[in-house]
């Protein structure tokens, strides 16, 4: 036999191999598996959770999976809905308020958190009442309209003493964040260029796209974050071409389907490609080449059977949505906010990341709406330091 020669000794008799660090499931059964009791000294955070609608439900999912934290108010105003979500969930013992009712949350010394998932409108005011009120805050992106009641959530949130974690799920996402380590260790070089594909699925609804803020304050942000945190480092110009095929969404002067590109300082072009409606599900991907080679995070898919017929072979659709393929990142996004909380680990998300994030995806409107290149100037102090 030909590869009889190659007969190795025992697997028991030879070192036992480490699992690979990537598998950071397999690491936390480990720890589970091993009794590991470092929670036990952690109080348990006691959260009112702001909006259940799309966000809202995958949160509200992952505070009550979670040990280390426990619901007690729900604000929401469609109070029709509150039987069910409380027999749904089985929350008997949580208080359901709407928003004219919320001072009951800012007023109960019993509250440690506020997660922030009501429409975009809605984020600055329980920001600032949350963090008046010293409670922590968790907040769906944006966490204001501009850029100047943003700056004002953050000089509150550093007067209280308070965490404000702006939700930039994606950063958790194991895949993107692999890509970014793999950056950041120099496997590529110096990056030539980076792009991300965005397209959303499903369509939202044109009534949350009215009060959405727009694509480039809705949407986009997450892939200029995703540029920005990957390179650490921010653009000089933006040029943009935008259009809307859907006439829905023409006629709410939004844009459904866009081109951006960066140029970094460095010499670094960054693309973002960018649809709302992505009719074969949720299409997100990361590229990032340099001198070295090049890295990507692909689109995963819920399973990966292969079925096999005369006229190819045919796999699972890629994820459908934001709530099934970031479903890791949201988990891990609420975990990183609890270690905040805690002390064990600082807020891996920046308020002046977020600042220069919304100043770019603005430029990118105005290039959009102008047609023109728009330059970026930075100020001293401005841009993050350490990237
Ligand atoms: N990070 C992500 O992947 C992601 C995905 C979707 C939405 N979002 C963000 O989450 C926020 C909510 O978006 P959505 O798609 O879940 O919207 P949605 O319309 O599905 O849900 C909003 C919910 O908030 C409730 N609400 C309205 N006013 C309120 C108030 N004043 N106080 C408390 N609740 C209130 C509504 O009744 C509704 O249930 C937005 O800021 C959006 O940008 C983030």
Request: charged share 25%; hydrophobic share 35%; glycine share 4%.
């Amino acid at each position: 036999m030909a590869t009889a020669k190659f007969k190795e000794a025992s697997p028991y008799v030879k070192p036992k191999p480490s699992p690979p660090a990537e598998d950071y499931i397999y690491d936390k059964y480990i720890k589970d598996l091993a009794l590991k009791t470092d929670n036990q000294q952690e109080s348990v955070v006691r959260v009112a959770l702001f909006g259940v609608g799309r966000a809202g439900t995958i949160h509200l999912t992952n505070i009550l999976s979670n040990t280390r934290s426990e619901i007690l108010y729900i604000v929401d105003d469609v109070e029709s809905n509150w039987p069910n979500m409380r027999q749904r969930w089985r929350l008997d013992n949580v208080t359901f308020l709407t928003s004219k009712q919320s001072a009951k949350v800012f007023k109960d010394p019993k509250v440690d958190a506020v997660v922030v998932a009501s429409p975009t409108y809605t984020h600055e005011e329980i920001v600032i009442k949350a963090l008046e009120a010293k409670k922590a805050v968790f907040c769906e992106k944006p966490i204001a309209e501009n850029i100047s009641d943003t700056v004002k959530c953050y000089e509150i949130a550093k007067k209280s003493g308070q965490p404000l974690f702006c939700a930039f799920n994606r950063r958790f996402d194991p895949s993107y964040s692999n890509v970014r380590d793999r950056v950041r260790n120099g496997e590529v070089g110096h990056i030539h260029t980076i792009k991300t594909v965005s397209r959303d699925s499903p369509l939202p609804t044109v009534d949350y796209l009215k009060m959405s803020g727009g694509i480039f304050h809705d949407c986009i942000v997450h892939d200029i974050d995703m540029v920005t945190w990957v390179l650490g480092e921010y653009p000089d110009k933006v040029s943009v071409l935008a259009d809307a095929n859907v006439p829905e969404i023409k006629a709410i002067d939004d844009f459904d389907t866009i081109g951006i590109v960066m140029h970094f300082p460095s010499g670094t072009i960054g693309m973002i490609d960018i649809s709302r409606n992505s009719t074969y599900g949720y299409d997100q991907r990361l590229e990032v080449f340099g001198p070295k080679g090049m890295v990507k995070a692909e689109n995963e898919q819920p399973t990966f059977v292969h079925q096999y017929d005369l006229h190819g072979v045919s796999t699972a659709p890629i994820w459908y949505s934001f709530a099934s393929r970031f479903m890791n990142g949201y988990r891990r996004e609420f975990d990183h906010f609890l270690d905040i909380i805690h002390g064990k680990a600082e807020s891996s998300v920046k308020a002046k990341e977020i600042l220069a994030v919304s100043k770019i995806a603005t430029a990118c409107e105005e290039s959009a709406r102008t047609g023109k290149v728009v330059n970026l100037k930075w100020v001293a102090n401005e841009l993050p330091e350490n990237n």
